[in-house]
């Protein structure tokens, strides 16, 4: 039977050519930890990760390399932002689109004494930038907010987020984890002082490895939470005090930033556009194959603009885990099925708690796939 691979917005298969070779090359030819050792091979490995660093600074239209923080993932940054910056009788406005990968930090800084309040979007996951504004207080010291919903796709308002946080003085954190190498972002032109990214979604880089780009200005008022060996000022038994070191305690995942470099090295020869253009042809074609399916209720846009290449479906007259089952071992067809990690998001939208079924589509997916899962629902839902 052939696989066809909807779950890009869990993690993107296939990776950008190049990667698992680079990957293995490392492996094969020696992982020298970088920082420690002091010979040729470990200098080429340092080489290697500073050049990842500035093409991450480029991408996002970053001013300093030495901010590009790598971490194990953007669940793992964001742990580290928003518990190591916030502290106890701050305010922080979230979204009511966001992964838990945002809120659950969030709940457990509110037990130390953290005001949290959280901006309600429409059952479409459309954020009026007002609402945020409305919920600024004096002692408001930052906004966390996702780029775009992991469960429908729907952007959040960046810019005008952005330029609320730059009135007020306060910091603007991102989880860029659903656009972040699918769709430009300038951290300068957005007013982002932390933008935190996972390499293994539309960036096409390896599992396990993340990271943040973080002002200076935060930077110096974020306390590291994980601190230990870093191979600089070995002296001290306190962290250092200078970037990236404050934030990069303990062995790092070579073999990881190695496989990003090089899906890095793919996107700027393929282009950001090229990509996200092909993944949005395809999922119009999804949207408007679904409007000839009774009872599939799509949650969110059903429009191109401002929005990823994400569709999540609410199959009315069915049970959302038996079309998701049939789907993949009758045809194949792999989805996510549930609340995708997201729980509030789909209070927003209106399909809390059953869930929906979610379509992710990626660079490797074909026209011909999406035509083929269309002829798949309509068989699943027209054979009850």
Same mark, same amino acid.
């Given at each position: 039977?052939k696989?066809?691979y ?20 490392l ?9 420690? /050792? ?21 991408? +996002? &239209?970053?001013?300093?390399?030495k901010?590009?923080?790598f971490?194990p ?12 910056f916030?502290?106890p ?26 005001e ?8 479409? /996951?459309v ?25 429908? /796709?729907? +952007?959040l ?7 609320i ?44 490895? !993340? ?5 200076e ?23 250092? &005090?200078?970037?990236?070191d ?12 190695? !496989?990003?470099?090089a ?22 074609? +999804? ?6 399916i009774?009872?599939?209720?799509i949650? !969110?846009?059903k ?13 009315k ?14 045809y194949g067809?792999m989805?996510?099925v /549930? ?16 869930g929906?079924?979610?379509?992710s +589509?990626g ?8 035509d ?13």
């Amino acid at each position: 039977m052939k696989r066809i691979y909807f779950d890009n917005g869990s993690t993107s298969f296939p990776k950008a050519p190049g990667v698992s070779d680079a990957v293995k090359e490392l492996m094969d030819m020696g992982a020298f930890n970088i920082n420690r /050792g002091g010979y040729e091979e470990a200098y080429e490995i340092s080489g290697q990760v500073l050049e990842t660093r500035q093409m991450l600074k480029e991408m +996002f &239209d970053f001013e300093l390399t030495k901010n590009v923080v790598f971490t194990p993932s953007v669940t793992y940054s964001l742990n580290y932002i928003i518990k190591g910056f916030l502290k106890p009788g701050d305010h922080v406005v979230t979204s009511s689109m966001e992964h838990n990968a945002v809120i659950r930090p969030l709940v457990q800084m509110e037990k130390t004494g953290v005001e949290v309040d959280c901006a309600m979007a429409d059952d479409r /996951g459309v954020l009026d930038p007002q609402r945020v504004e409305e919920l600024i207080k004096p002692h408001t010291r930052a906004v966390v907010m996702s780029a775009a919903s992991n469960v429908c /796709g729907t +952007f959040l308002p960046l810019r005008e987020v952005g330029e609320i946080c730059r009135r007020h003085n306060i910091e603007f954190i991102v989880d860029s984890a659903q656009m972040a190498g699918a769709f430009p972002m300038s951290m300068r032109e957005l007013n982002i002082s932390c933008l935190t990214f996972t390499g293994h979604k539309s960036l096409l880089g390896p599992q396990g490895v !993340g990271g943040m780009l973080i002002s200076e200005r935060m930077a110096e008022e974020t306390e590291p939470i994980i601190a230990g060996g870093t191979g600089s000022v070995s002296h001290l038994e306190t962290m250092p &005090d200078f970037m990236p070191d404050r934030f990069e305690a303990g062995t790092m995942n070579l073999p990881g930033i190695i !496989g990003l470099r090089a899906a890095l090295l793919h996107h700027k020869k393929v282009g950001m556009g090229t990509i996200a253009a092909h993944e949005l042809d395809l999922t119009m074609a +999804f949207i408007n194959g679904l409007s000839e399916i009774k009872g599939a209720h799509i949650a !969110g846009l059903k429009e191109r603009e401002g929005r990823a290449a994400i569709v999540s479906v609410d199959f009315k007259e069915d049970d959302n885990a038996r079309v998701a089952f049939e789907l993949e071992n009758k045809y194949g067809v792999m989805t996510r099925v /549930g609340l995708h990690c997201a729980p509030r998001a789909h209070k927003s939208l209106g399909t809390y708690p059953e869930g929906t079924v979610r379509f992710s +589509f990626g660079h490797g997916n074909s026209l011909d796939e999406v035509d083929f899962c269309l002829d798949a629902l309509k068989k699943i839902l027209g054979g009850k």
